[in-house]
């Protein structure tokens, strides 16, 4: 299902499964971390961005119709034919003109698949109504929007997600996932599921066992962010689940010093580890993807923009010796697999 309506699966083509088009995560951060003092991106800033990005609240917005068109029609013309915006409630921006309608734009003016995502983000980011609610209520909003659309438009989201968890996982977060696991099993929807991204990050086995314990086919779970930490063991724990795992963050390089003083993983080590895993035997089960999510990480603020992958990611693989049928499997037959609803 995307923003325009349903697809065969088939015709997904090279698909970035873990985008966002327009969001805002401003609500997700305490007064601690952010710093009103710093506004629009300026080349000045950028240095103690990639420090911590979390002081910048302004970064943190993807609001802009007309930019959007422009960075997505890169990842088009490098051969690009699909982009899950795995954008839930708490990450999403006010306006409907943007979410969903401003999906659907992007996807008619680019020429793409776009897939909407739906379900909660993490626990400071939630409706008061989700503290009250019990898990099945939680479900039935879920699978409401699934069938129905988002807030009313008639957009239906294709995915469940990213739910999110913190670190401690929060106690609403743990009844969020619940009802997500309920709303998969009732729709067959992809569950993408948003550890906590930091270099602490350790509850991904946990949290994919939880699911599983549910009820939730392995192969229509996405755990993803599981390239936040770098440790071959923890990413093999979990993808002996027999669950998917995604490299989302391609691109991605900065620190979090107001947060948990760690570094997000680079491109180097996404690099290294995915080689590894792909020797190990993994290649029906990794995802790759880059999660833009801030102002920075478009090229018109000096990011390597949605084309990122296709343009740098691919190449460096080829030349690591990653055969063809080995990168149409991640990103082509891994993603139909994933999102075709089963």
């Not at 309506?5 to 873990?18: E, F, K, N, Q, S």
């Not at 049928?325 to 075709?340: D, G, K, Q, W």
Request: glycine share 8%.
């Amino acid at each position: 299902m995307t923003v325009t309506g349903p697809v065969d699966a088939d015709d997904l083509g090279v698909t970035l499964v873990h985008e966002h088009v327009f969001l805002d995560m401003r609500q997700s951060y305490t007064e601690h971390h952010l710093d009103a003092r710093y506004g629009p991106p300026e080349i000045h800033m950028l240095g103690e961005w990639r420090r911590d990005y979390s002081r910048f609240p302004d970064f943190m917005v993807l609001d802009d119709l007309d930019t959007a068109i422009s960075e997505i029609r890169l990842f088009a013309e490098y051969g690009g034919n699909t982009i899950v915006d795995a954008t839930p409630i708490g990450a999403r921006p006010p306006s409907r003109h943007l979410y969903p309608a401003g999906l659907r734009k992007v996807a008619e003016e680019v020429g793409i698949n776009v897939i909407a995502g739906c379900g909660y983000y993490i626990q400071a980011s939630h409706p008061e109504y989700v503290r009250t609610a019990g898990s099945r209520a939680l479900a039935d909003r879920i699978v409401c929007e699934i069938e129905d659309g988002i807030e009313g438009t008639g957009i239906r989201p294709g995915v469940i997600g990213e739910i999110g968890l913190s670190q401690p996982v929060e106690e609403h977060e743990w009844k969020v996932l619940e009802a997500a696991c309920e709303a998969q099993k009732r729709t067959g929807r992809a569950l993408y599921i948003h550890p906590y991204f930091g270099a602490r990050s350790r509850i991904a086995p946990e949290v994919a066992e939880f699911v599983l314990r549910k009820g939730v086919d392995p192969e229509k779970i996405n755990m993803c962010h599981m390239d936040g930490y770098m440790n071959l063991d923890y990413q093999r724990r979990v993808a002996d689940l027999g669950v998917f795992i995604s490299f989302d963050n391609f691109g991605l390089e900065n620190y979090y010093d107001t947060i948990d003083f760690s570094y997000n993983s680079h491109d180097s080590r996404r690099h290294e580890h995915l080689l590894k895993l792909l020797a190990l035997g993994y290649r029906d089960q990794m995802l790759i993807s880059q999660d833009t999510c801030y102002k920075t990480q478009l090229t018109r603020y000096g990011g390597y923009g949605y084309a990122h992958i296709l343009r740098n990611i691919v190449p460096a693989l080829r030349h690591a010796g990653i055969a063809e049928a080995t990168l149409e499997r991640i990103l082509v037959e891994n993603p139909r697999r994933l999102l075709s609803p089963g």
